[in-house]
């Protein structure tokens, strides 16, 4: 009789484990609705812990630097500034090297002009002597100009090999500015270069400096100088509307030039002659580019 018993237990025991087994998955109303309560709660739970405890922001910043390499035969044109003690009459402020030669800017006055303004000093940049003591004393003797206040106002552009350096000269601090003249290094001779610069407000030069966009004639003529090679590199002449883009600029006159950030393309505007008397600027007819030679 025993073991029938025993038989019965194990059973027993065989029905109990399947049946709570098939209630373990068993899918409910009551599951439904947690299962459906965990897909929603769960998300919003961990972005929080997300956000609360997430490590400091990292910024990645990508950094690209074009370098453009010259010719290796032109000589490199560097600029490094120097500071010096404070003196009443002299203060180097920055020395720009030009190939053999170097010019010292440095603040001054003269007996021609007693206005505070930047004076220029050439000298070799090896072996330091000085070759022009004062180059705006130099330039007025050679007739450059006349006027007591005007002086030579800043360096524009150092060819490469050296030999020719170009300034901008006008009347310090005043709006009266500004004339481009060409230093010969060699011959110690200043030449007034109008035909490749027309004004301030009529000619625009590149990011480098190296090359001049402007309208001279009224605006009917667009001419593009090179100055490195201290000549006029494109010419048009224009025959329906100018370049003046607007008449209502400090100086009454405004033009529409841009070079590219290569400095390989220039995109200038020609405009309408007339104008509505209400408004300050012209209507546009056309723009137009010009691809520069390399």
């Keep these: 009789m025993e073991p029938e018993n025993l038989n019965t237990e194990e059973q027993g025991i065989d029905v109990e484990s ?3 087994g098939s209630n373990l998955h068993r899918v409910t109303p009551l599951s439904k609705y947690l299962a459906m309560a965990l897909f929603v709660i769960i998300p919003f739970i961990g972005g929080w812990i997300g956000y609360n405890y997430a490590p400091e922001k990292v910024v990645e910043v990508e950094k690209v630097v074009y370098l453009e390499i010259q010719n290796s035969s032109h000589n490199d044109i560097s600029e490094s500034v120097k500071e010096m003690a404070e003196d009443e009459t002299e203060h180097i402020e920055a020395t720009n090297k030009v190939g053999d030669a170097a010019v010292e800017v440095f603040s001054c006055t003269t007996v021609e002009n007693a206005y505070p ?13 000085v070759m022009v003591e004062q180059m705006t004393a130099l330039a007025r003797e050679q007739g450059l100009f006349s006027g007591e206040r005007t002086a030579l106002i800043n360096t524009i552009y150092e060819s490469y090999d050296g030999s020719k350096i170009y300034f901008m000269v006008g009347i310090p601090g005043s709006s009266a500015c500004c004339s481009l003249v060409e230093f010969n290094v060699n011959t110690k001779r200043f030449t007034a270069r109008s035909d490749l610069h027309k004004s301030v407000v009529e000619s625009i030069f590149s990011s480098s400096s190296r090359y001049i966009a402007s309208a001279f004639n009224e605006g009917v003529d667009f001419k593009i100088a090179d100055l490195e090679l201290g000549e006029i590199i494109y010419e048009e002449v224009i025959s329906e509307g100018n370049l003046q883009s607007t008449g209502c600029s400090m100086f ?13 393309k220039v995109v200038y505007g020609i405009f309408e002659e007339e104008k509505a008397d209400d408004d300050c600027d012209y209507r546009l007819i056309e723009r137009k580019s010009y691809q520069i030679p390399r």
């Excluded at 009454?252 to 390989?264: A, R």
Aim: aromatic share 18%.
């Design 18 to 20: 399947e049946e709570w």
């Design 117 to 129: 303004h930047s004076c220029f000093k050439l000298i070799d940049a090896q072996s330091g002597v």
């Design 252 to 264: 009454g006159f405004g033009v529409d030039i841009e070079f590219s950030i290569y400095e390989n």
